[in-house]
């Protein structure tokens, strides 16, 4: 930068006279720190400024300085209590605001508790709907079959345990009516694996065995009792293992319980 | 003591900085509210106002803005022009933009006032009407650039150069 010339522009007296612009203030300020002719210019200015309004004036009075002084210390308590209230104030809006803050956290917190609490009710709530409904349902099942086995057309026949399975029995309720037989299987043991039991309704003379059905689900059914028709013109029933799906013709040696109708 | 170290202490309102400062100014601030007011009494309790108003405005002087004599000499002027404009300009009817400077030069003697006449034409000595003129509007009336370029009718770039000239004359006379 030309140093002599800037200061030739007249820039610098403008500059004291405080009628530059704040970017230009700005840009004057940058040189004086950075070159000191410019400093010394403005100083020189400044001084010329000094003596020009200097030399206007009338001279102050006496104790002028005194006369500020006693009005400003006038001023001057008032600052440290405007200076005190604000800070409390504010900080007691920071630590009520705070505390509203953690007083609404805890609300959520425990409303999302609750929520979840009343998810988990809820589903207690309907596992035990359920198992009403379950219990309904077979105490409804238990009691249609109870009925059926009453019937007057029913005949009862006990099936005894055979040479494979001595202490195995087992019942038959005949509806020769409804052409229906209900096995009541609670003294069979559970079949193993693979293999099924299959009802065969027989006649003796001569030995003619007819397939009735077999016991499937043997384990799923808790009442041990199932249903299967039966149209045959049956003098007994026995009851073979057989393998799963069945057989066409009885397995004799794997006979469980057998039991002839009494005429 | 520094400059920038004495108005440091008044910002941080260190009363003995303050002081000083009053010291070195208050005669040049006091000539300014004169020479626009044209009133010693008013004058004086303008200038009390002005360095209260100093004081309470301490921490917003910013040094990167300008010189702490540029920034009293404008909060001075406007006080002094507040009060030109309020009361005295209705009252007298006088012409706002009237030369107050130039005025003082010409009827001091009229102001009942001690100012310091001969030593003032000393220094504004060889000073042609012009200058009287231009000073008067930056200085004591913080006519911007553009301002005083439309009041007294020259290119704004003339402004600059003839100012510089002004004070140069000044500057000289100082030294006789």
Same mark, same amino acid.
């Given at each position: 930068?030309?140093?002599?010339?800037?200061?030739?522009?007249?820039?610098?007296?403008?500059?004291?006279?405080?009628?530059?612009?704040?970017?230009?203030?700005?840009?004057?300020?940058?040189?004086?720190?950075?070159?000191?002719?410019?400093?010394?210019?403005?100083?020189?200015?400044?001084?010329?400024?000094?003596?020009?309004?200097?030399?206007?004036?009338?001279?102050?009075?006496?104790?002028?300085?005194?006369?500020?002084?006693?009005?400003?210390?006038?001023?001057?308590?008032?600052?440290?209590?405007?200076?005190?209230?604000?800070?409390?104030?504010?900080?007691?809006?920071?630590?009520?605001?705070?505390?509203?803050?953690?007083?609404?956290?805890?609300?959520?917190?425990?409303?999302?508790?609750?929520?979840?609490?009343?998810?988990?009710?809820?589903?207690?709530?309907?596992?035990?709907?359920?198992?009403?409904?379950?219990?309904?349902?077979?105490?409804?099942?238990?009691?249609?079959?109870?009925?059926?086995?009453?019937?007057?057309?029913?005949?009862?026949?006990?099936?005894?345990?055979?040479?494979?399975?001595?202490?195995?029995?087992?019942?038959?309720?005949?509806?020769?009516?409804?052409?229906?037989?209900?096995?009541?299987?609670?003294?069979?043991?559970?079949?193993?694996?693979?293999?099924?039991?299959?009802?065969?309704?027989?006649?003796?003379?001569?030995?003619?065995?007819?397939?009735?059905?077999?016991?499937?689900?043997?384990?799923?059914?808790?009442?041990?009792?199932?249903?299967?028709?039966?149209?045959?013109?049956?003098?007994?029933?026995?009851?073979?293992?057989?393998?799963?799906?069945?057989?066409?013709?009885?397995?004799?040696?794997?006979?469980?319980?057998?039991?002839?109708?009494?005429? | 003591?520094?400059?920038?170290?004495?108005?440091?202490?008044?910002?941080?309102?260190?009363?003995?900085?303050?002081?000083?400062?009053?010291?070195?100014?208050?005669?040049?601030?006091?000539?300014?509210?004169?020479?626009?007011?044209?009133?010693?009494?008013?004058?004086?309790?303008?200038?009390?106002?002005?360095?209260?108003? /100093?004081?309470?405005?301490?921490?917003?002087?910013?040094?990167?803005?300008?010189?702490?004599?540029?920034?009293?000499?404008?909060?001075?002027? %406007?006080?002094?022009?507040?009060? /030109?404009?309020?009361?005295?300009?209705?009252?007298?009817?006088?012409?706002?933009?009237?030369?107050?400077?130039?005025?003082?030069?010409?009827?001091?003697?009229?102001?009942?006032?001690?100012?310091?006449?001969?030593?003032?034409?000393?220094?504004?000595? %060889?000073?042609?009407?012009?200058?009287?003129?231009?000073?008067?509007?930056?200085?004591?009336?913080?006519?911007?650039?553009?301002?005083?370029?439309?009041?007294?009718?020259?290119?704004?770039?003339? /402004?600059?150069?003839?100012?510089?000239?002004?004070?140069?004359?000044?500057?000289? %006379?100082?030294?006789?």
């Amino acid at each position: 930068m030309d140093i002599e010339k800037y200061i030739a522009s007249g820039i610098l007296e403008l500059y004291v006279a405080g009628v530059l612009s704040e970017k230009e203030n700005l840009e004057v300020h940058g040189y004086v720190q950075k070159y000191p002719e410019i400093k010394t210019e403005v100083e020189a200015i400044e001084a010329a400024m000094l003596a020009l309004t200097e030399k206007s004036s009338q001279g102050l009075s006496n104790n002028s300085f005194e006369s500020i002084k006693s009005k400003i210390g006038k001023a001057v308590p008032l600052q440290p209590h405007a200076v005190k209230r604000t800070p409390w104030s504010s900080y007691l809006g920071w630590a009520a605001s705070i505390l509203f803050a953690i007083g609404l956290l805890w609300l959520y917190m425990e409303n999302d508790k609750l929520k979840s609490e009343i998810e988990i009710t809820e589903q207690e709530k309907q596992t035990l709907e359920e198992q009403i409904l379950n219990a309904r349902e077979e105490v409804a099942g238990t009691s249609t079959i109870l009925d059926q086995l009453r019937d007057k057309n029913v005949t009862v026949i006990a099936l005894d345990g055979q040479t494979v399975s001595p202490t195995s029995f087992a019942k038959a309720y005949w509806n020769t009516k409804a052409q229906k037989v209900f096995i009541d299987a609670q003294g069979l043991p559970e079949p193993p694996q693979g293999f099924t039991y299959q009802v065969w309704s027989l006649k003796l003379d001569p030995l003619i065995p007819t397939s009735v059905g077999l016991l499937d689900n043997f384990t799923s059914n808790t009442n041990r009792v199932f249903e299967l028709p039966n149209a045959n013109e049956t003098e007994a029933f026995g009851i073979t293992l057989e393998p799963e799906g069945g057989s066409e013709s009885p397995t004799l040696e794997q006979l469980y319980t057998l039991g002839a109708i009494a005429s | 003591m520094e400059l920038e170290e004495l108005i440091q202490k008044f910002q941080k309102k260190e009363i003995s900085a303050f002081e000083k400062l009053y010291e070195m100014y208050s005669e040049n601030i006091l000539g300014v509210i004169n020479t626009i007011v044209k009133n010693p009494e008013r004058a004086q309790e303008i200038c009390q106002d002005v360095f209260i108003k /100093v004081w309470d405005k301490a921490d917003t002087y910013n040094p990167a803005k300008g010189r702490f004599f540029t920034w009293i000499l404008n909060i001075a002027r %406007n006080a002094a022009i507040d009060e /030109v404009r309020s009361k005295s300009f209705r009252q007298q009817k006088r012409n706002l933009s009237a030369d107050y400077f130039v005025g003082m030069l010409e009827d001091s003697e009229d102001l009942q006032s001690k100012v310091d006449t001969i030593g003032l034409k000393k220094l504004v000595a %060889n000073l042609k009407e012009k200058c009287v003129q231009l000073i008067s509007l930056l200085y004591f009336q913080g006519f911007t650039q553009k301002e005083a370029a439309e009041e007294l009718n020259i290119p704004i770039g003339t /402004v600059k150069t003839r100012n510089r000239s002004c004070i140069s004359q000044i500057r000289e %006379n100082m030294n006789i």
